[in-house]
């Protein structure tokens, strides 16, 4: 059974609001048609989308149903487009964010504790962000784990407490762990990009920094 989108759902609800007409109203599917192409103008890609597919289900033999059809394949390119162009994006931001962890290691001898340090002296202008403005997730972490004994800021650690090994993670666009197409995760660990779905688990204890 066909579900309505909710997105869809929302325009044709807004649109009758507007006419003060019913379903019925043989001005709605010109009307909707002509919604549609405004939410593409704005940019509103997926929800002209959602709202085309359902001018074609409830009117397939008017002429705005048959537009909507073609106009679909239209839309569905250009969505195809922007997420490729995306994923590239994402590739070339956790590039470059790694290839700025590695010259601060050269010179420090570890990672730094935070991105931040990162800007503007190894290759960052700025925090790295992706293309929906989200920030990418930093764990610094010593690989070996560290010997601690105690707690807190009295805790005496030995072997190495040099942050030598690192997690990176973008969580696509809905920023939650886990997701596909768009809202598939890119998991790295010291530079290389792993495939799969979650980052391996830290050693522990680590040293209290």
Not at 22 to 50: C, H, I, M, V
């Amino acid at each position: 059974m066909h579900r309505l989108c909710p997105i869809a759902s929302f325009a044709v609800c807004l649109c009758l609001a507007q006419l003060g007409c019913s379903s019925s109203d043989p001005r709605l599917p010109e009307s909707l048609y002509g919604d549609a192409l405004a939410l593409n103008k704005e940019g509103r890609t997926q929800e002209a989308r959602a709202l085309m597919e359902e001018i074609v289900r409830r009117f397939p033999e008017r002429p705005e149903g048959m537009a909507a059809r073609q106009d679909i394949f239209m839309l569905d390119a250009m969505l195809g487009r922007t997420e490729g162009d995306e994923k590239r994006q994402v590739r070339y931001l956790v590039r470059l964010t790694c290839d700025a962890l590695k010259r601060y290691r050269d010179r420090h001898g570890e990672y730094p504790t935070s991105l931040a340090k990162l800007v503007p002296d190894y290759g960052l202008d700025q925090m790295p962000l992706t293309p929906w403005k989200h920030p990418l997730l930093y764990r610094p972490f010593v690989s070996g784990p560290a010997d601690q004994a105690g707690r807190g800021r009295a805790a005496v650690v030995r072997g190495s407490a040099r942050f030598d090994s690192y997690h990176l993670a973008c969580l696509g666009k809905d920023l939650a762990p886990g997701g596909e197409g768009m809202d598939a995760d890119t998991l790295v660990v010291n530079g290389q990009i792993i495939a799969e779905k979650q980052l391996p688990p830290i050693p522990e204890p680590q040293p209290v920094r």
